[in-house]
């Protein structure tokens, strides 16, 4: 049995404005030769399919088609929803996205969450957002992490009695190496999955959110996020990319073969000194892909006509510019660094000068359960 595991398609991204829906066509367009090539029996799309949870058109239309092209060369695509993904509007597609042999979960459903072609069944658990996970538990005292635990060993469970068992799931686990372009909360110690919690039953679990390819240490079998399908933000420059080529045979370990896709645009972050912008030009020569500027401002009066000559010069290919301006400082006096602090961060720093101490531990868990809960809120 042959599979083919992706994830993190994130059609509709934007950065900085600039849609980067070219970026994933090229990427889907590998994995469509490697279907060709390789002959995958399953497809697994392990979330996160959209980056929003209302899609653009043109989004839609590349989703489609794609899954249309897998239609002609594999037995069936398994598709879950990812936090960006809106379970409604996963639920609405999934009729007609049967017709190209797709077969989407949207939500987590203890009845309905088992696919089998064959020799094969693939246990899906969509996204577990606090809110679903928690309706469906009892133990409301519980944690976040225990009660996803007590879910996965659910379906594990009552995965049938198939000779090769798959878990796709989109869900954060522990100690995993991710990239800052998850969303913040949905990656903090409150939603952390321990590894140890990934039921031995699979033969290879199958996972999306975290957007770095990496197998996961210390499971009891392969599990594996393969990762987003380009670069996302300039956080993630350097990074290569991957999907997951699977073989099960009976008796055997799976083998997982990465296959590395090569990159349309490629994401270049440079620090530079203001001045001649000839010069700075020069050192971005043959540079492909799309760039970000860093630059250490010397006379800020001069800025507008030297930011003017720097995009005339380096076209669409610079997307951004960032100025470090010496000596700046916040309307409290403290200075302001290069580096953008986060959302919890930020709570922190106003803790401690709201209450002069510093952010106890659960308040701090508790801030990141609400902004998960703001960031990803479906409606049902």
Do not use: W
């Given at each position: 049995?042959?599979?083919?595991?992706?994830?993190?398609?994130?059609?509709?991204?934007?950065?900085?404005?600039?849609?980067?829906?070219?970026?994933?066509?090229?990427?889907?367009?590998?994995?469509?030769?490697?279907?060709?090539?390789?002959?995958?029996?399953?497809?697994?799309?392990?979330?996160?399919?959209?980056?929003?949870?209302?899609?653009?058109?043109?989004?839609?239309?590349?989703?489609?088609?794609?899954?249309?092209?897998?239609?002609?060369?594999?037995?069936?695509?398994?598709?879950?929803s990812g936090n960006h993904d809106s379970y409604d509007f996963m639920k609405s597609i999934k009729p007609l996205a049967k017709l190209a042999k797709v077969y989407i979960y949207d939500r987590p459903d203890k009845h309905n969450f088992l696919?089998?072609?064959?020799?094969?069944?693939?246990?899906?658990?969509?996204?577990?957002?606090?809110?679903?996970?928690?309706?469906?538990?009892?133990?409301?005292?519980?944690?976040?992490?225990?009660?996803?635990?007590?879910?996965?060993?659910?379906?594990?469970?009552?995965?049938?009695?198939?000779?090769?068992?798959?878990?796709?799931?989109?869900?954060?686990?522990?100690?995993?190496?991710?990239?800052?372009?998850?969303?913040?909360?949905?990656?903090?110690?409150?939603?952390?999955?321990?590894?140890?919690?990934?039921?031995?039953?699979?033969?290879y679990i199958a996972l999306g959110h975290v957007h770095r390819h990496q197998r996961i240490e210390g499971a009891a079998t392969q599990a594996y996020y393969t990762g987003s399908l380009f670069q996302l933000d300039f956080s993630e420059e350097?990074?290569?990319?991957?999907?997951?080529?699977?073989?099960?045979?009976?008796?055997?370990?799976?083998?997982?073969?990465?296959?590395?896709?090569?990159?349309?645009?490629?994401?270049?972050?440079?620090?530079?000194?203001?001045?001649?912008?000839?010069?700075?030009?020069?050192?971005?020569?043959?540079?492909?892909?799309?760039?970000?500027?860093?630059?250490?401002?010397?006379?800020?009066?001069?800025?507008?006509?030297?930011?003017?000559?720097?995009?005339?010069?380096?076209?669409?290919?610079?997307?951004?510019?960032?100025?470090?301006?010496?000596?700046?400082?916040?309307?409290?006096?403290?200075?302001?660094?290069?580096?953008?602090?986060?959302?919890?961060?930020?709570?922190?720093?106003?803790?401690?000068?709201?209450?002069?101490?510093?952010?106890?531990?659960?308040?701090?868990?508790?801030?990141?359960?609400?902004?998960?809960?703001?960031?990803?809120?479906?409606?049902?």
């Amino acid at each position: 049995m042959r599979l083919l595991h992706i994830s993190d398609l994130h059609a509709g991204r934007t950065l900085f404005k600039v849609s980067r829906n070219q970026d994933l066509l090229y990427a889907l367009n590998q994995i469509v030769e490697l279907c060709k090539e390789e002959k995958p029996h399953v497809v697994l799309i392990a979330g996160d399919i959209f980056d929003k949870a209302n899609p653009d058109n043109e989004s839609k239309e590349i989703i489609f088609e794609f899954f249309l092209q897998l239609k002609e060369l594999t037995h069936a695509t398994v598709a879950v929803s990812g936090n960006h993904d809106s379970y409604d509007f996963m639920k609405s597609i999934k009729p007609l996205a049967k017709l190209a042999k797709v077969y989407i979960y949207d939500r987590p459903d203890k009845h309905n969450f088992l696919f089998s072609l064959g020799e094969l069944s693939v246990a899906c658990l969509p996204y577990p957002s606090e809110r679903i996970i928690s309706s469906a538990d009892e133990e409301s005292k519980k944690s976040y992490a225990e009660k996803v635990g007590d879910f996965l060993n659910y379906l594990a469970q009552r995965s049938g009695g198939a000779k090769f068992k798959v878990l796709l799931s989109h869900l954060f686990v522990a100690g995993s190496a991710y990239t800052r372009t998850e969303r913040e909360a949905s990656v903090s110690s409150h939603y952390a999955v321990e590894p140890a919690q990934l039921p031995m039953d699979f033969n290879y679990i199958a996972l999306g959110h975290v957007h770095r390819h990496q197998r996961i240490e210390g499971a009891a079998t392969q599990a594996y996020y393969t990762g987003s399908l380009f670069q996302l933000d300039f956080s993630e420059e350097g990074q290569k990319k991957f999907v997951n080529l699977i073989e099960l045979r009976e008796g055997e370990p799976a083998k997982v073969e990465p296959v590395e896709l090569s990159l349309r645009n490629p994401l270049h972050l440079r620090v530079v000194e203001q001045g001649e912008v000839e010069a700075i030009v020069a050192r971005m020569e043959g540079l492909q892909g799309l760039l970000k500027l860093v630059v250490e401002v010397r006379d800020k009066a001069g800025l507008n006509i030297f930011s003017q000559r720097l995009r005339e010069a380096l076209g669409d290919k610079l997307i951004k510019v960032e100025y470090l301006i010496p000596d700046r400082r916040d309307v409290h006096g403290e200075k302001i660094t290069g580096r953008r602090l986060n959302l919890t961060e930020l709570y922190g720093k106003f803790y401690e000068r709201e209450h002069n101490a510093r952010l106890p531990e659960e308040v701090a868990r508790e801030f990141s359960r609400l902004l998960s809960v703001a960031e990803h809120n479906p409606s049902d």
